[in-house]
């Protein structure tokens, strides 16, 4: 009997890396569909990022994540760019296609899924606190929903100025600028506020967003891209002023269904991999 030892290898490149836990639901759905392969979680330096990529080429990867803060300059790194991935500019999912490096971007596609178990975003104004590249992504996708506002809310204009550009011109949505110098209050009318920023992230869990608690109303529904704690103070204050809320783990899990299919072909189980998070994350 032939006995195959060589498990096809995928991952995530990230710095910190530790906090990330999509290693727990990507390895339980191979288990789960008895794929075989492994996801291993590597932080990796911005400067050793081009050394990273060519490694795992070289050691026969067919495929990885990029997380924080490698999604914007691991492009320098690719061979090509996926559509979506172009137009976002940035990437967190990359393929191995015979032997290019192709980026694809995973992020908006997943929390657009996630939202609409809660809400159509269509017609929606949305109040997005961050701008970048889980931000570009995110927002990118809520306008080709039909969101009919995005109001961008970031520190560095520099920063979220393109973003806000790329929004207006490539989609039908209306996009504005806020500078965030101070606690922001959210518009009476937003319908959905999101932290698309690192803020409350493990292992900084005290932190939220500067905003206005009191601004903060129960029509409004508030998500929070990060996954670990998936129960972010912001969306505590939220839930505590009526809001509804949508953590993490939805975009996480649906952006990696998305991603073991573009390395394995397979479609695997989200409920699998929901309870993994859940397990490991004690929620």
């Keep these: 009997m032939s006995v195959d030892f060589l498990p096809k290898l995928t991952g995530c490149f990230a710095m910190p890396a530790a906090e990330n836990p999509t290693v727990a639901m ?44 490698h999604k914007v300059a691991v492009i320098d790194h690719l061979d090509g760019l996926g559509d979506s991935a172009a137009v976002i500019g940035a990437v967190n999912t990359i393929v191995r296609r015979d032997d290019r490096w192709i980026g694809e971007n995973t992020d908006g596609r997943g929390f657009v899924e996630a939202l609409r178990a809660v809400v159509d975003p269509a017609g929606k104004r949305i109040v997005m606190f961050g701008a970048g590249g889980a931000a570009r992504a995110v927002a990118v996708e809520l306008a080709l929903a039909g969101a009919s506002r995005i109001t961008v809310v970031n520190r560095s204009r520099d920063r979220a100025a393109p973003l806000v550009t790329l929004l207006n011109e490539k989609t039908k949505a209306k996009a504005e600028l806020v500078e965030w110098p101070r606690a922001y209050r959210v518009p009476e009318d937003a319908d959905i506020v999101v932290n698309a920023t690192s803020i409350g992230l493990f292992p900084n869990v005290d932190g939220r967003p500067d905003i206005d608690l009191g601004s903060l109303l129960p029509s409004m529904i508030a998500a929070d891209l990060i996954p670990n704690p998936p129960r972010t103070v912001f969306l505590k204050e939220a839930a505590a002023r009526g809001c509804r809320t949508l953590d993490g783990l939805g975009m996480l899990v649906n952006q990696g269904v998305i991603g073991i299919r573009y390395w394995t072909g397979v479609d695997v189980d989200p409920v699998v991999m929901r309870k993994a998070l859940a397990d490991v994350l004690g929620v």
């Design 26 to 69: 990507v390895e339980a759905a191979y288990r789960h569909h008895n794929i075989h392969a492994r996801y291993i979680t590597c932080e990796v330096a911005p400067a050793a990022l081009g050394d990273a990529v060519r490694g795992a080429k070289a050691m026969g990867w067919i495929g990885f994540n990029c997380s924080l803060p």
